[in-house]
């Protein structure tokens, strides 16, 4: 009875121990497959960061290539940015020279016809310094300040074309002879005819509008108003002023004040009429710079009033 009941405890001692056994049989098999499981996870995480870092390597390379192609362009660039530049220096060179040359003929024409002319050779230079100086005061801009600058010298090149007898004439003119006299804004603007120079184009507008008037009273044409173009009703006015200012044969010179009075409120002879009430105004503003290029610009006792 007791070996019995000793053979059943053994038994089941025997049936535990199988069932230990089994269970750790089955948390080996579970510790392998969760290894093999956990070693095949981390074998295709690392497989995955291979592939990232192969991609991440050809990115980099890639965007090096693109770097490097764009500082070669930009290196291309530069280099025809300088070939450019090099070659608008030149051609500015190129056109200040014919400016330049262009400039001297001018004024060596403009010499040239103060050979005829008892106009001085300041007085021409004033003329340009004067109409500057009254185009910006009526809102010009920089650009057409200066060309008319140049222009405005100009203004009586047409008296080449008067004979000597009626230009160099000491005493009043008579009818014929100033019928003769007048032709000269025409002559002027016939020098210029056809020319594509804008600068050429405006000198021929302002030798032919210079002795128009504001009221219509002037010549060759008896122009009127806004018909005059603007940089002429300019000349017109200064060239006033640099007569009352000069000394003729017949006439004595005047001082700023007197010929600034005459100008603004008329003698009989030269009235504000004559004159655009816009470049009038301006006149009245910057007469005192006038005065300044008067005195910078003498003429000399030798020449004034001579012919
Ligand atoms: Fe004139
Ligand atoms: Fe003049």
């Known amino acids: 009875m007791e070996a019995s009941r000793s053979g059943g405890r ?24 969760a290894d093999e499981v956990l070693q095949k996870h981390i074998e295709s995480t690392h497989q995955q960061m291979r592939r990232y870092a192969r991609d991440l ?21 530069m280099t025809f940015a300088e070939q450019l530049q090099a070659s608008i220096d030149r ?16 004024k060596r024409l403009m010499n040239a016809s103060a050979y005829k002319d008892r106009e001085t050779g300041e007085h021409i230079r004033r003329m340009g310094h004067y109409s500057r100086l ?36 000491e005493g009043p003119l008579d009818a014929e002879e100033w019928a003769i006299m007048k032709t000269h ?21 302002v030798a032919l509008g210079h002795h128009e008037r504001w009221d219509g009273t002037g010549y060759p044409q008896g122009l009127k108003g806004d018909e005059i173009p603007m940089e002429a ?8 002023y640099d007569a009352l200012r000069s000394r003729r044969p017949y006439k004595r010179e005047m001082t700023h004040e007197t010929a600034v009075d005459v100008i603004l409120h008329g003698d009989g002879r030269t009235k504000p009429e004559h004159f655009d009430p816009m470049v009038l105004e301006a006149f ?23 012919c």
């Open 10 to 33: 053994a038994a089941q001692g025997d049936v535990e121990m199988m069932e230990e056994m089994k269970v750790s049989v089955d948390i080996a098999e579970l510790a392998m497959q």
């Open 57 to 77: 390597n050809e990115v980099i390379r890639r965007e090096r290539m693109k770097s490097l192609a764009l500082e070669e362009a930009n290196q291309r660039l």
């Open 91 to 106: 051609e500015q060179s190129r056109a200040k020279d014919l400016e330049d040359a262009y400039l001297e003929m001018v």
């Open 134 to 169: 009254l185009a910006l005061e009526v809102g010009m801009t920089d650009g057409e300040a200066n060309l008319l600058f140049r222009a405005a010298p100009m203004h009586d090149l047409g008296k080449i074309g008067i004979p000597d007898r009626v230009l160099c004439k």
């Open 185 to 205: 804004p025409e002559i002027g603007a016939r020098l210029r005819e056809g020319s594509q120079s804008a600068l050429i184009e405006l000198a021929r507008q």
């Open 233 to 240: 009703r300019i000349v017109a006015i200064v060239d006033c």
């Open 284 to 306: 009245a503003r910057a007469h005192g710079e006038m005065a300044r290029i008067w005195e910078t610009i003498r003429d000399p006792e030798w020449r004034a009033g001579s």
